[in-house]
């Protein structure tokens, strides 16, 4: 198996014009995937576990709000979490929900403190701000809102270095799903395979 590694072997590889040979190209295709993978049940029982020792011991402070796409439809299924670091004792605290069929999340098990908030996207390729919640003069803050946007689209062409001849049907490695069925893509006729970027920095290998 060859393996072509892109951005330090344009001796091999000659990628379309653009800075580490990247092409961008408008993003938004609503063809990608919206559902990140299925929690297990151990997970949503060890939330509520922690949640109701938490709230035992008077720490029932609640943060809540709504993920979207950008088209308005409800982000369903995400998890979303708020995490804090106590920086003069390195202690960490957090808590997370999953959001229903509306896109709606609630984190209750919360103490007062600041949090930093946002989803886990996992490998899907959307960005996303996250949001910093003061929990320590209120009870909760609702309306805590995410719009997940669809990261750029980027393109790159394969060509055989001794030829020049495009190739296709190379598959490229990426460290996101960035196909419609979770698959990596992979360079068709034109030797052009084509993904998007997400909240992670891309990791690209090339192999036949």
């Known amino acids: 198996m060859k393996r072509f590694p892109l951005l330090a072997g344009l001796a091999a590889i000659l990628v379309t014009a653009g800075i580490c040979g990247w092409k961008q190209t408008q993003s938004g295709s609503p063809s990608v995937s919206r559902t990140p ?5 151990a997970m949503t029982a060890q939330r509520a576990r922690r949640v109701n020792a938490n709230e ?9 709000g709504k993920v979207t796409f950008e088209d308005g439809a409800p982000a369903v299924g995400f998890r ?7 920086h003069m004792t390195g202690a960490e605290g957090e808590g997370d929900a999953i959001t229903d069929e509306n896109g709606h999340y609630e984190i ?7 949090f930093s908030v946002g989803p886990f996207l996992g490998n899907l390729p959307y960005l996303f701000g996250s949001k910093i919640v003061d929990l320590n ?4 803050v609702d309306h805590v809102d995410f719009v997940l946007k669809l990261g750029p689209k980027i393109s790159l062409t394969v060509h055989d270095a001794e030829t020049g001849k495009p190739v296709p049907g190379l598959l490229v490695f990426t460290n996101m799903s960035t196909q419609p069925d979770g698959t990596q893509p992979v360079t068709d006729s034109d030797g052009t395979a084509t993904f998007y970027l997400g909240t992670l920095q891309p990791y690209l290998r090339v192999v036949d």
């Open 108 to 114: 209750r098990g919360l103490t007062s403190m600041t």
């Open 56 to 64: 035992a011991l008077g720490m029932n402070k609640v943060i809540s």
């Open 80 to 86: 979303v979490g708020a995490n804090f670091t106590m």
């Open 137 to 140: 003069p209120v009870s909760r």
């Open 37 to 41: 993978a299925p929690e297990s049940p």
